[in-house]
């Protein structure tokens, strides 16, 4: 693809192997009800690709064979996938922490008023992406009334006890950079967040996580076409910290795509770029002693080693 060829030629970033494997990341299928400027998986509301119920089968197998304790949920919108209340209720009896990387504005869509109810009588951890607090910022990355409706998701999640102190309910936030620039430094921004959103709309979160938008798919070609990408990889280069490879995501998770084959992270299995550089479904680590160690890299890397580092879990240094 066009926006993934400058990434995967005549890359220096540094080999990194894996450490062990504590997340099991899937990907349930690229169908949203938005469609984000900023998005790596360039989902929509017009994607047909769909994780089926075979494969999430295999990926809980997966787990209970190499003892994977944190299953993370990704998409899309993951609650459009019709498998996905099976899913969750399978994991957790086996006692999985289950965290779902929710587009709170799916809880106002007809036909998905379950999904806060849902989440919260199993207790899956909640990490929803507002890319601001403002709202002309947050309409312009992802589309009119965007804002107003997240809002209105999370002071819903709220009500269930999201964020509340002891109720054991987590509820993270996942902040965006709405062009080609470096978060800011993620503890300030989570301190902006937590006065605005509750002096303004009594909203109560956990975390803050702030992540690096990847030069990948809809927000590479985006870069593309403005001229702008050279001048963003140079930014991300320029801004490398060779302290974070030691906590970079890849080094004790792996991402599954939904088709079930293996990658070493989610922005990875995007530029089709397979697990250690050899493709294999999941299925076929199944029995194998270990999941495989070494890592693909490639160009983009340096999106979660620039500045503070980035990961699904935000900074990786403060």
Known sequence: MRDTWPLLKDHDFPTIRRDRVNTLQLNLGYLCNIACLHCHVAAGPNRKELMDLDTMQVALQFAEHFGVRTLDLTGGSPEMNPHFRCLV?????????????????????????????????????????????????????????????????LQRLNELGYGAPDSGLVLNLVYNPLGPALPPPQQALEADYKR?????????????????????????????????????????????????????????????????YVYDCDFNQMLGLPQGGERRHLRELLDQDQVPKRIAVAGHCYGCTAGQGSSCGGALQE
């Open 89 to 153: 209720e399978q994991a957790r009896k086996l006692g999985m922490h289950v965290m779902d990387r929710l587009n709170p504005t799916i809880m106002e869509e007809p036909g998905y008023e379950w999904v806060g109810e849902f989440l919260a009588s199993h207790r899956i951890e909640a990490v929803a992406s507002l890319p601001c607090y403002s709202r002309d910022n947050v309409d312009a990355q992802r589309g009119n009334g965007v804002f107003e409706a997240s809002i209105k998701a």
């Open 196 to 260: 605005f959103l509750f002096e303004q709309f009594g909203i109560r979160f956990n975390s803050l996580y702030t992540i690096t938008n990847m030069p990948i798919k809809r927000f590479g070609a985006v870069l593309l076409a403005k001229g702008e990408f050279e001048d963003y990889m140079r930014l991300l280069k320029d801004a490398y910290q060779a302290a974070n490879l030691k906590s970079v995501m890849c080094r004790d998770l792996i991402s599954v795509d939904y088709q079930g």
